[in-house]
C-alpha cells in the first residue's frame, strides 16, 4: 500500500478462500484512509464466475472479513517522500 497527499492510499492485497479454485486480487483505494473503494479480480487466471461472486458478497456482507484484506495491505504501507 501506498499513500499520497494528493492520491490518499492505494494498495493491493491477494489472497486465496476455502477451496475455491484460483486465489483473488483486491485493489483498494482511500482519500483518507477511512471509507474503501475496491475492485476485485481473479490474480492469476480467471475462475468460475460463481465463486467470485460468493467473494463479492461476502465483502459486502462481512466488515470483518473485509477489514482482514485492509490490514493486510494497510501492514505494507509505504508513505512518499514530503516534497
Avoid at 481473479?42 to 472479513?65: H, N, Y
Wanted: aromatic letters at 14%.
Amino acid at each position: 500500500m501506498t499513500h499520497s497527499k494528493d492520491d490518499g492510499y492505494r494498495g493491493y492485497v491477494q489472497f486465496h478462500y476455502g477451496e475455491h479454485k484460483q486465489p483473488y486480487e483486491l485493489a483498494l483505494f482511500s482519500k483518507r484512509g477511512i471509507d474503501w473503494d475496491y475492485s476485485l479480480i481473479f490474480a492469476k487466471e480467471s475462475g468460475p464466475e460463481e465463486e467470485i461472486l460468493i467473494i463479492e458478497d461476502k465483502l459486502e456482507k462481512d466488515d470483518d472479513f473485509f477489514d482482514e484484506l485492509v490490514d493486510a495491505a494497510y501492514e505494507q504501507l509505504e508513505e512518499e517522500p514530503a516534497e
